[in-house]
C-alpha cells in the first residue's frame, strides 16, 4: 500500500470509519507481531502486547496528527508497550527471588544465547549491541526508513546513520 492511501485510512479511522482501521490492521499486524517477538523472544507475549497497543490505538488514534507518522507512531507504541511488559515481569521476578541470590553482575553472554548458533549471520548479530539490532531489524526486516526509525527509537537520525554504518561494518568485519 503506498503512503498517500495509508494517510487517507489513518484519517478515515481517525473520523471514526471502522473499515479504515481494519484495513490498517491488517497492513501493519503481522509486522508489529514480528518486531514485538524480536524484542521479547516470546511470540505468545508478542501477540498479546500488540493486541494492546490496538487497542490503544483505536482510543488515540484523534491525538495523531500528522498521518504520515503513523507507522513511526505504531512502532514505537509497541517499542514501549514491550518495555512496560519488560519492566513488569523484572519487578515480579525480582520479588520471588530472594535477594541474596541474586547475581551480582550480569552476563553479555546472556544476549548471545537467544543467537541461533546455526548460521554465521546469526552469531555475528548477537555480537552487535542491542541498539544496533534494533536498528539493523527496523531498517533491513521492517524496510522502515531513517527518519522513521528515528522516530521509532526516539534518538536523532545521525545516531540511527551512524549506528547503522557501525553494524554494517562489524558484520562485515565479523563475516570476513
Known sequence: MQQAQLDLLVLAMQDGDKRAFTLLYQHYHRDLRRFAAYLLA???AAEDLVQNV???VSRRITRLNDPAVFTSWLYRAVRWEVLDYQKQAA???QQAVDVDALPAQVSPANSQQRADDSGDLS???ALLAAEER???QLHYLHELELNQIALIVDIPLGTVKSR???ARQQLYQQLQ
Open 42 to 44: 516470546n511470540p505468545a
Open 91 to 93: 519487578n515480579c521476578k
Open 164 to 166: 547503522l554504518h557501525r
Open 54 to 56: 490496538w487497542l490503544k
Open 134 to 136: 534494533l536498528v539493523l
Open 123 to 125: 552469531k555475528a548479530l
